[in-house]
T-cell receptor, first 114, second 113 residues
Framework: DTTVKQNPRYKLARVGKPVNLICSQT?????MYWYQKKPNQAPKLLLF???????READTFEKFQSSRPNNSFCSLYIGSAGLEYSAMYLC?????????????FGPGTRLLVL | GDSVTQTEGQVTVSESKSLIINCTYS????????LFWYVRYPGEGLQLLLK?????QKGSSRGFEATYNKETTSFHLQKASVQESDSAVYYC??????????FGKGTKLSVKS
């Protein structure tokens, strides 16, 4: 089973409110990723966990938080949502920590901030 | 930094006709990046369609092919005869020295019967 699950599939949030998105995988993958996808733009890597180590991209460092309570779950947290956070959020996982292995993606969570 | 360009945002092809989706790349982090095509069918997550890690080689899957051309820095996706079930969004991507995937904007393929 190469399924990555994301909850919720759709999320409506108010400006200034927190948002928490959940991702899970049962493949025992070491690495879990979060991407942001906006219309007419390429998916953009926000951060990834290799085992318990969090790596955040420099230009999104302060905007997103994440936690990985165990190997199977990973969350993406926005402390105070702004209109610019409206996007599709894609979670992915891969077996290794070098990025050499295939990334398996979930169906995404569509976030709309009003 | 690394970048991937897909010039067509949307392509419409009649069933059983041939397809080519263009992809060019620029890799500053590594001389010969790994190249990928991902596909997203409606309602599903991104799936790896094919990958090529060696310059000059061709990858193929489900009737699709792509050749890693380091001279033209291209990785165009081709299929001889498309089917309605091929309707999806196709993303070209590269993996550079930091192992990070850099995607193109995607090309939406609509196959009409």
């Amino acid at each position: 089973d190469t399924t990555v699950k994301q909850n919720p599939r759709y999320k409506l949030a108010r400006v200034g409110k927190p948002v928490n998105l959940i991702c899970s995988q049962t493949m025992n993958h070491d690495t879990m990723y979060w991407y942001q996808k906006k219309p007419n733009q390429a998916p953009k890597l926000l951060l990834f966990y290799y085992d318990k180590i969090l790596n955040r991209e420099a230009d999104t460092f302060e905007k997103f938080q994440s936690s990985r309570p165990n190997n199977s779950f990973c969350s993406l947290y926005i402390g105070s949502a702004g209109l610019e956070y409206s996007a599709m959020y894609l979670c992915a996982s891969s077996r290794g920590g070098t990025g050499q292995d295939t990334q398996y993606f979930g169906p995404g969570t569509r976030l709309l901030v009003l | 930094g690394d970048s991937v360009t897909q010039t067509e945002g949307q392509v419409t092809v009649s069933e059983s006709k041939s397809l080519i989706i263009n992809c060019t790349y620029s890799a500053t982090s590594i001389a010969y990046p790994n190249l990928f095509w991902y596909v997203r069918y409606p309602g599903e997550g991104l799936q790896l369609l094919l990958k090529v890690i060696t310059a000059g080689q061709k990858g193929s899957s489900r009737g699709f092919e792509a050749t890693y051309n380091k001279e033209t820095t291209s990785f165009h996706l081709q299929k001889a005869s498309v089917q309605e079930s091929d309707s999806a969004v196709y993303y070209c991507a590269l993996r550079g020295s930091n192992a990070k995937l850099t995607f193109g904007k995607g090309t939406k393929l609509s196959v009409k019967s």
